[in-house]
Nanobody, 123 residues
Framework: QVQLVESGGDLVQPGGSLRLSCVASGFTLDSYVIGWFRQAPGKEREGISCIRPSDGSTYYADSVKGRFTISRDNAKNTTYLQISSLKPEDSAVYYC????????????????WGKGTLVTVSG
């Protein structure tokens, strides 16, 4: 059974940083494309980053490029999303997901995601 559990969300001031974590169970994380997407109230899901299983190469949406960094720790079966230089428009629930599609098209092949972690940027 695929399980993904996100954590690390918090209230942070503009310009601040957080590290979001996603612990996977039921499968080996580095065998799949793993992505992060977010959803703000009243808005559609936005795929923001993914990491490829083969070589760990990454993709970022333009909205977060240069500010967010995705990584993984295979020994812990955990993916991380370091989010920095946060802006109020980054406020959203952040989800990690497993995808059966290639990165960066991962949003079209989601087959499991967690309950999300809330990031609020305000100050």
């Amino acid at each position: 059974q695929v399980q993904l559990v996100e954590s690390g969300g918090d209230l942070v001031q503009p310009g601040g940083s957080l590290r979001l974590s996603c612990v996977a169970s039921g499968f080996t994380l580095d065998s799949y494309v793993i992505g992060w997407f977010r959803q703000a109230p009243g808005k559609e899901r936005e795929g923001i980053s993914c990491i490829r299983p083969s070589d760990g190469s990454t993709y970022y949406a333009d909205s977060v490029k240069g500010r967010f960094t995705i990584s993984r720790d295979n020994a812990k079966n955990t993916t991380y999303l370091q989010i920095s230089s946060l802006k109020p428009e980054d406020s959203a629930v952040y989800y990690c997901a497993r995808s059966l599609r290639r990165c960066p098209s991962f949003m079209y092949g989601l087959d499991g995601w967690g309950k999300g972690t809330l990031v609020t940027v305000s100050g």
